[in-house]
Structures are given as C-alpha cells and as structure tokens.
C-alpha cells in the first residue's frame, strides 16, 4: 500500500505523530509537512492513502490547513483517506474539529475513512509535568500502532455526521482572523533576543523576518505558538497570550520515555480537565484490549 502523510505542525507534537505513523506504516511512507508557500506537494492520485494531520486550534482545524486542501486536486477515482490530530485536552468538543475539511475534500471526491485524535502535551496554556509528559507520548505511539492495524485489516468506518452535530464548533472559528491579527502583535524583547533567527528558520507560515537588524511578525500567523514555545532565550512575546499563559522549552519526549526516575501517573493530577483525561487513558486501554497485536 502506497501512503502518504500530509501535515501541519508548529511545535512538533502533530510532526511526532506523522514521524510515528510512518515507522507503523512502513519507512517507505511519503510524508510531507505544511510549510508556506506550500509548493511541490505530492499528487494524492499517486497514493493508495493518504493521512491528513494537523493540531487543533479553538475545537477546529487551523486556516492555514483548511486552505491548503481546496488547493487540492480532485481524485480521479475515489480516494480514501484518514485524520491525526494533536491536542492538549481529550474534551468532546475537540470530535468535531474535521467538519469543514471533511466537508471540503468530500467534494473534491475524497472520503474519510477514520479519525484519530493524539493527546499531547499543551504549548501554551499551562504546562504539563514531566510525568504527564511521559504518559502522553507512551499512550500515542500505542495507539498509533493501534490504529495502523486497524486500518490495514480494514477496522475503520467512514465518517458521517448528523445535521447540527458539532455545531459549536463554527463561533470559535473566529480564532482563524484573530490569528492573524494577533500575530502582528508579536514581539521580541531585544535584551533577551540574540538574533540566533531560530524563529525566522522554523516558523512553517515564513511570517517571522529580520529586517533592518529587528525581527518582525507578518500577518500570516497560525498562533502555532512554535517562536515563543522554542525561543532558546524566552524573548518572543506572542501578543495577548504573554503572561501565565505562555510557557517555554520543549518536553524532550523521548529523553523522558528513557528515563526510568520518572513515574508514569495512574491518576492525573494536572492543572485542569484530570477526569477527561483519566477517561481518555481508559479508553485507550480498552482500544488496546480489544484489538491486540496477533502474535508472529
């Protein structure tokens, strides 16, 4: 089976996953990531699969991946094709983040043969603890060993939805303008910045440039949070999420999934939402049960 992986990702949790699905998948999986212009991308019509990921923004999917898929060109015969998404929280609110794109691409002849969302930990909000961390990650790469048997052995259904499910979903894409606006407020406190241009190199938008030895913010902002979040000096303000919302440094997943000093929580014991996420674990324990791997 010929698959390929088309994704978005800021601070590299929803990159992790695709990284993950195509060791699962088979090391000759084509995988492409978002980067504006967004050019050169593989023809879908040359895959048997194709994988569609992106991390949640405000119970939707970003703009910026909404846009890139009416760029895509019709299948020429019908084309199945699957979702990984990445978020901080496993709240309901987050099943019906696919609508608009599954709507988008179902004219464009494709259908959605699963969904599979990633809990991962938070860049902004509030920080995980290493623990949490660590439980996360482990649980991922579980389930997207899971879910690649599944689909392989034809354990998936399409996705339909019923008139007015995820409605709620549709006020918070104000989040899409507010992105962009947001993003001009960026800014960087230049007693911090080393102008090492890490955040001009990294940012998949191109929105970040230095110009006449400053560094400026466009307006093509995605608030991936991937500048502030991996900023080496904390010198990147991201607009009105500076303050107790901002957090800084990446969680070193794999370092932390070594490291036997550090306990894997049987409850959690996090800032907020701990009962979604206990449930969250529970249901991937019993998506583990129910679909053991066969034995060679």
Not at 51 to 74: E, L, M, Q, S, T
Not at 75 to 102: C, H, M, Q, V
Request: aromatic share 16%; proline share 7%.
């Amino acid at each position: 089976m010929k698959v390929c992986l088309y994704f978005f990702s800021g601070t590299g949790n929803t990159e992790k996953i695709a990284l993950c699905l195509k060791r699962a998948f088979g090391e000759d999986t084509v995988v492409y990531k978002m980067v504006y212009p967004f050019a050169a991308y593989p023809n879908p019509n040359d895959f048997d699969l194709i994988g569609v990921g992106y991390p949640i923004h405000a119970f939707n999917a970003p703009k910026v991946v909404n846009d890139f898929y009416k760029r895509f060109p019709k299948a020429d015969k019908p084309k199945e094709y699957f979702i990984f998404k990445t978020s901080g929280e496993p709240l309901r609110f987050n099943d019906f983040s696919s609508r608009e794109l599954i709507r988008s691409l179902k004219k464009k002849g494709y259908a959605c043969i699963q969904e599979f969302h990633y809990i991962m930990p938070y860049n902004m909000v509030f920080r995980h603890s290493d623990s949490m961390a660590k439980k996360m990650w482990i649980y991922a790469q579980k389930m997207v060993d899971l879910n690649v048997r599944k689909i392989l052995s034809g354990k998936v259904r399409t996705l339909r939805f019923r008139p007015f499910q995820g409605w709620y979903t549709v006020p918070f894409r104000v989040e899409w303008p507010f992105a962009s606006a947001n993003g001009r407020f960026f800014k960087v406190e230049e007693g911090k910045c080393v102008h090492c241009l890490r955040c001009v190199r990294s940012c998949p938008l191109k929105n970040i440039e230095l110009k006449d030895g400053k560094i400026t913010f466009g307006n093509r902002c995605a608030l991936c949070m991937d500048c502030s979040f991996s900023c080496p000096q904390k010198a990147i303000v991201p607009g009105v999420f500076a303050g107790k919302w901002l957090i800084n440094g990446q969680y070193r997943l794999e370092q932390l999934e070594k490291d036997g000093a550090i306990p894997i929580p049987s409850k959690s014991h996090e800032a907020h939402f701990n009962k979604a996420y206990d449930r969250y674990f529970a249901e991937c324990d019993e998506a583990l049960r129910a679909f053991p791997p066969q034995n060679p």
